[in-house]
């Protein structure tokens, strides 16, 4: 039993650092610092995008009640960030059983459920993968974050003040409104799909990691 939970525990590690890192690249790809200060652009914990009925704000432990809104502006960007890091790897779940031993990628060597899909990728993708993801990640933070360099030590992780949650003026499609309430609109959407994802995630994670089985096996596809 010992083992079985220590091999557990080092699946579920490696596949949220993975999952995380995945889903980073794709969300967070670099885009060049557009900066605006627009209705769309301010941000308040007042009014706060995702309310919505009959559950309002939901906010049980009153985490806003306490926050100013720069630290609600934290929350909300990390809410959304692991919102599309879930929205990804929920695809990435369902798309990685079901393309197994077919797919070009790893001479479709890749299969069984998909949190021991990392155990069976060679190691230079991990660190190819990682030095990518990196890169990004530090646009990302030049973008929402004021350079620690123009800080005091009490003043780390500061936001910028002109930076909406999420916004990092990746829109390849332009699909981002310019009327604030559309804008709204689409903020609550993305919200409310990436907290779906976020527990349908946990709930993939905990079932594989149960019972070694893959989702498609569970549902009988």
Do not use: C
Not at 99 to 121: K, M, N, R, Y
């Amino acid at each position: 039993f010992f083992f079985t939970s220590v091999y557990l525990k080092k699946i579920i590690m490696k596949f949220t650092i993975a999952s995380a890192l995945i889903a980073s690249a794709a969300a967070f790809a670099p885009a060049p610092v557009v900066q605006q200060t627009t209705a769309i652009n301010a941000f308040s914990k007042e009014g706060l995008p995702g309310a919505l009925p009959p559950v309002g704000l939901f906010d049980p432990l009153n985490f806003l009640e306490k926050a100013d809104d720069a630290t609600a502006l934290r929350y909300r960007e990390a809410e959304v960030t692991h919102g599309r890091v879930a929205m990804l790897a929920v695809i990435g779940f369902l798309v990685g059983e079901k393309v197994e031993g077919s797919s070009f990628l790893f001479d479709s060597q890749i299969s069984g459920p998909a949190i021991t899909h990392f155990f069976q990728v060679p190691n230079p993708f991990w660190e190819i993968l990682v030095l990518a993801i990196g890169g990004l990640e530090l646009n990302r933070a030049q973008i929402a974050f004021v350079s620690p360099a123009d800080l005091g030590p009490e003043e780390a992780g500061k936001m910028r003040a002109d930076h909406y949650p999420g916004d990092i003026g990746f829109d390849p499609l332009g699909l981002k409104p310019e009327d604030p309430e559309e804008f709204e609109m689409m903020v609550t959407k993305e919200l409310q799909n990436g907290r779906l994802a976020m527990l349908a995630a946990a709930g993939f994670l905990a079932q594989e990691a149960t019972d070694g089985k893959g989702i498609f096996e569970h549902l009988g596809l």
